[in-house]
């Protein structure tokens, strides 16, 4: 069964970090590009990060860069989004996809395959 799982969500203040993990199972990263998304309640889901199939290349919302890092551990089958200086407006659902594409698209209706989300709140 084709499965991708977020981990690591959490209450945080203002200022604070967490790591987001997604874990595949079923299937293998290594052929796949993967985003982040996420969806505050009341907003679309947006585009948050991705990197390419073989971690050569990432891309970031502008709200997020330098703040936010993606990177891949293919061995273990798991995508990280290393979150810092979180804000307020960070609070959201956050989702990761995969592509099999070698870039990774943008628009997150062209992704492939779909975790359930983890929730990020960032609150004092």
């Known amino acids: 069964q084709v499965q991708l799982v977020e981990s690591g969500g959490g209450l945080v203040q203002p200022g604070g970090s967490l790591r987001l993990s997604c874990a595949a199972s079923?299937?293998?990263?290594?052929?796949?590009?993967i985003g982040w998304f996420r969806q505050a309640p009341g907003k679309e889901r947006e585009f948050v990060a991705k990197?390419?199939?073989?971690?050569?290349?990432?891309s970031y919302a502008d709200s997020v860069k330098g703040r936010f890092t993606i990177s891949r551990d293919n061995a273990k089958n798991t995508v990280y989004l290393q979150m810092n200086n979180l804000k307020l407006e960070d609070t959201a659902v956050y989702y990761c996809?995969?592509?099999?594409?070698?870039?990774?698209?943008?628009?997150?209706?062209?992704?492939?395959?779909w975790g359930q989300g983890t929730q990020v709140t960032v609150s004092s």
């Open positions: 996809a995969a592509d099999s594409s070698f870039w990774g698209p943008l628009n997150p209706n062209e992704y492939d395959y």
């Open positions: 990197i390419r199939r073989d971690g050569g290349s990432t």
């Open positions: 079923g299937f293998t990263l290594d052929y796949y590009a």
